[in-house]
């Protein structure tokens, strides 16, 4: 089975978003990832230390079967766009999954992809994201079948939520030869990856620092 994939990107969006879910999606048997934008060309990540190359124009490519959009800071002024805004929901009509990582889940809930649905982002747009009318959950991936609708929590959830596609897509064993493919073991140095776990000064700090994490 052939799957396009189109990943959206923008000016400062973070790279694990869309890097980490294209290293697992574009192992997929049959599977083409697409980086598309408004414009293709380059487009720089929020700390400008990066670029990836959009190949296609929004308009060039409006059927994918999966969408992954990836969150960073770029997303605040996105989710006031009709263009793209009107591309998700027109891409969302035909899709087999309609997904986000991060402050990504803002543009699906700026559609109104989430209305009343339960969603995740990184924890510091929660507010921001039930302004849009979705219900914010500290989970790590939140899905619905029947809405064919995966938020993933913040940045490097993203993988996790494209394993969790890929099952879907191709079955349990190839995504986990995808998962050893890749060798995704995570054993951090350190217990401080969500606000459950990490000790209150490191929470504050990155509430302080919050243009570089989200």
Do not use: N
């Amino acid at each position: 089975m052939k799957i396009e994939i189109a990943i959206p990107i923008f000016d400062r969006f973070t790279a694990l978003d869309a890097v980490g879910p294209y290293e697992v999606l574009s192992r997929l048997p049959g599977a083409t990832v697409h980086f598309v934008a408004a414009e293709p060309g380059p487009k720089r990540t929020e700390t400008r230390m990066l670029a990836l190359t959009a190949d296609l124009a929004l308009d060039e490519l409006t059927d994918p079967e999966v969408v992954v959009v990836p969150g960073g800071y770029g997303t605040r002024e996105l989710a006031r766009d009709e263009q793209i805004l009107g591309w998700l929901r027109r891409a969302h009509e035909t899709s087999l999954r309609t997904t986000s990582v991060c402050t990504g889940s803002l543009l699906l809930a700026a559609a109104g992809l989430l209305d009343g649905l339960e969603a995740t982002t990184h924890w510091l747009a929660f507010d921001t994201l039930a302004e849009y009318g979705a219900v914010p959950v500290e989970r790590r991936v939140v899905e619905h079948t029947e809405a064919r609708i995966i938020t993933a929590a913040g940045v490097s959830s993203g993988i996790d939520m494209a394993l969790t596609l890929a099952a879907h897509i191709a079955g349990d064993e190839i995504a986990q030869a995808i998962q050893l493919g890749i060798e995704y073991d995570p054993q951090p140095p350190f217990d401080s990856g969500s606000t459950a776990k990490a000790p209150p000064g490191i929470v504050e700090l990155v509430r302080g620092a919050a243009g570089t994490f989200a």
